[in-house]
Each structure stands twice: as C-alpha cells, then as structure tokens.
C-alpha cells in the first residue's frame, strides 16, 4: 500500500516534468496550412529567400512582398488559428471517450463490487482502485454549443478578412514606396543636370573674366548657387537610400540585400478607369476586407452573447461507463478482489446559484456587441472618408501635374534666353541662376506630382478592397 502512495505521488508531483519545454523562437512544425477561403490567394507561411536577378519591376516588388513579409504570415497563421478554435467547439457537440482512473481510501470498509441480488456475498476494503473507460455527449445545453460554433465560424470569416485586408495594405505601401523611388531618381537626375549646366556655366564665366566681360563677382555667386546644390544632391540621395531600406522591409528581406534595383516609369497618362463616387463606394462595400471582417465580427458577438444567456439553462448529457474496480488493502468478507462495472444514464445540471457570473458574462458580451457595434460604424465612415479623400488626391495630382508638365518646357526655355543674354553681356547672373533654379524646382516638382498621382490610384484600391 505505501509503495503505490508513493507512486501515485511521485507522478503527482513531478509530472510536469514529463511535458516538453515549447522554445518559443524555434519555428512551429505543422501540417501544410489551408488557404484563407475568402478569397483566392496562396498562404506562404515559408520566408521567400530566392533573389530575382536584374532590377524589379512593379509586379515582381508586390509579388516577392506578399510572400514574405511577415506580416501576411502572421494574419496567415491567425486565420489558421481561428480555423482551429472552430474545430474546438465543433469537437464540443461530438461524443467524448476518456479512460478514467483513480485510487480510494474511505474511513469505513465499503463493498468492492454493488450487489446485484439480495443476500449476494461481498468483499469489503477500504483502499479501491477504480478504471472505466466513460463515455460521454451533450444532449442539450440551451444552444450555447451551436452558438459557439457559429461565432467561431464568423471569427474564422473575421480573420480571413483581416488576412487579405493586410495584403491589400502591403500592395498599397510596396507601390507608394516603388513610385516614390521613381520619382526620387528623377529627381536626382534633375540635380544631376543642374550641377553640370552650373559647372559648364563657370567655365563661360572664367572666359568671360578673363575676356574682361564679366566680374569675379558672377563667379562667386555660381559657386554659391552650385553648392547648394551639391549639398540638396546629398540629401535626395540620402533619402533615395532610406526608401530602398523600407523597400526592402516590405519585402521582408534581411539588410544585406541592400543593393537592390528597380525598373518602372512615372507616365502621366494611365489607362486605369476611375470610378465615380458611389460606383466606388459601391465596390467597397463588397469588397473591402477590415469592413466584411467588422461585420462578421459584430454577428460574433451576437452569438456570444447567446452562448453566455444559455448558462441559465438546464445542461443535459448522456453518460456511459464501463470498467474494474480492485481492492488495495486489507479485505473481509467473501468474493473476488477484482470486479467489473458498468452505467448507461442521464445527467441534468440546473444552474440554481452562481454568484452572479451567468448575469455578469451576458452583460459582458452585450457591452462586446456594443462596442463592435460602434466600431463597424467608425469603418463605415472611414471607408466613406478613404474613397473620397483617393478620389479627390487622383483629381487634384492629375491636374497640377498637367498644369506643371507645361511649365517645364517654359521654364528650359526662360534658362535658355538668360543664359544666352548673359553671354553677350545683357542679362544679370542673377537672372540665370533664378532661372536655372525655377527649371529644377518646376522639374522636381513634376515628377513627386507625378509620384503622387499614381500613389492616389494605388490608394483609391485599397479603400475600394482591391489590389
């Protein structure tokens, strides 16, 4: 008898110690996970490391990042387990078997085995050792498990949702980054041009010194102007360096693939049809992924809150059981030391007293559904806001890069006179260099206008939902 206390304490006491340790930086081992039903796309829970050669276009930037930017994996492995919980409760409605054991010691000898006719002899002990295999399936329980089973599924919706909306926002932010980049190097291709026309035009003011035609004075102020440009050529290359950087932490690579190219144009014509107002509301209605997840997580929370009202129903189960019992110590009486049982019954719960949880769970989840409530609301009028703040960027970029596209000719043009006025002494060095700095603002401005724009068309996508 001692041996078996100390047995059945040892495991007691040190059975944590047959758990495996879980090292939460090593990857997960699972099985291959299913895609988000959502919508067609593929799940990549693996980092992409291939490295394309030659410079990215457009397509080939937003593919290798909804691959591997860890982000869409998470969202990936979220709705995989919100998938699971499903399972759980779905699980829950289904019978369950479970091998149940247990060791017994009572103050009085209690019969090993219950008689099954009067006058049957028995043994009596007061150490028992029980194993039953039980079987066991809820009958009813007030639709707690088929609510839960239905807002499992609405979060699985939720979640799914969720993952594409992440997508579409990594679509959104990899095209805002590639254009920007476009536009930064032409930017510093303006700069570039401005420090050669500077340069060449020292030389014609060196000549024009020592020709006697022009004072040291011009020269001076040239050397200022191209200075300053030298140091803005500093500054935009820094900043071109900083964009391929969170090019790079988008596409979810490691810092070494620092040397990576790009290949696109900033085209102020596009072929994209932009819808009106409501056509593209309408889109986002059916579209628009953080909407068609606040609105299954708001019917969520409704079945919750019917799981918590069905606590103050009655819980029906059906019970089954089959096993042995032994006797462990010291018997009297006549019989066998070992005996098989087995039940076949119904089980009732009724909730009479519970200190107020059933009541403060159903408030609980009210105050949940409110509270999504208010959230779907807020999305409604930020998808409203989203639309119409693309609409009006599209309408505005288009239209000032129009108005300054015809300006740059102007402004080449203006340069060009001054210059040529300079040279033969009638015009000032001031008048050149305002010139030439009116040509590369009006050139800069352009092509981040033009930057702009097709960053507004990518942002009217994502506040449609679509990529």
Not at 61 to 86: F, H, V
Not at 371 to 390: K, P
Request: aromatic content about 6%; some cysteine; glycine content about 6%.
């Amino acid at each position: 008898m001692k041996k078996l206390l100390a047995i059945v304490a040892l495991l007691l006491t040190n059975g944590c110690a047959f758990m495996p340790h879980t090292d939460p930086y090593q990857p997960v081992n699972l099985p291959t996970q299913p895609s988000p039903q959502a919508r067609s796309a593929p799940f990549h829970s693996q980092a992409f490391t291939d490295i394309p050669e030659g410079p990215l276009t457009l397509p080939q930037t937003i593919d290798i990042a909804l691959r591997n930017n860890p982000e869409i994996a998470a969202k990936g492995w979220d709705t995989s387990a919100a998938q699971a919980r499903r399972e759980q409760f779905d699980g829950e409605r289904l019978p369950s078997l479970n091998a149940v054991g247990g060791y017994g010691h009572a103050l009085d000898r209690q019969r090993l085995i219950a008689a099954t006719q009067d006058g049957d002899p028995g043994l009596f002990t007061r150490d028992v050792v029980a194993g039953d295999i039980v079987l066991s399936m809820p009958l009813f329980t007030g639709g707690r498990l088929v609510n839960q089973v239905k807002a499992a599924e609405l979060l699985h919706q939720a979640a799914s949702h969720q993952f594409f909306r992440t997508r579409e926002e990594i679509v959104f932010n990899v095209s805002s980054v590639f254009f920007s980049i476009l536009a930064q190097k032409r930017v510093i291709d303006s700069l570039a041009f401005s420090q050669r026309t500077l340069s060449e035009h020292l030389k014609r003011i060196d000549a024009l010194i020592k020709a006697q035609k022009a004072a040291k004075v011009d020269r001076m102020r040239t050397e200022v102007r191209l200075a300053d440009i030298d140091q803005l050529m500093v500054r935009e290359k820094n900043l071109l360096a900083i964009q391929h950087r969170a090019l790079i932490n988008l596409l979810g690579w490691n810092t070494r693939f620092a040397e990576i190219t790009i290949s696109g144009e900033l085209n102020p014509e596009t072929t994209s049809h932009v819808p009106d107002l409501e056509s593209a509301l309408m889109t986002a209605w059916q579209k628009r992924a953080d909407y068609l997840a606040a609105r299954s997580a708001i019917e969520a929370k409704a079945h919750y809150v019917n799981v918590a009202k069905a606590g103050h129903w009655p819980r029906v189960s059906f019970q089954g059981a089959y096993g042995g019992r032994w006797a462990a110590g010291s018997t009297v009486g006549s019989g066998d030391e070992q005996g098989d049982v087995g039940r076949l019954g119904l089980v009732m719960e009724i909730p009479l007293y519970e200190g107020g949880q059933i009541n403060a769970r159903v408030r609980e989840q009210n105050a949940g559904l409110a509270a999504a409530q208010e959230r779907l609301r807020a999305i409604v009028h930020q998808v409203r806001l989203d639309v119409e703040t693309a609409l009006l960027n599209i309408d505005s970029s288009r239209e000032r890069a129009a108005a300054i596209e015809k300006s740059i000719t102007q402004a080449k043009e203006g340069l060009r006179i001054e210059r040529q006025k300079y040279d033969l002494g009638k015009g000032a060095i001031v008048d050149v260099l305002d010139a030439q700095n009116a040509l590369l603002d009006t050139e800069t401005t352009y092509y981040r206008m033009l930057a702009e724009f097709h960053r507004a068309l990518a942002q009217l996508k994502l506040a449609m939902g679509e990529e």
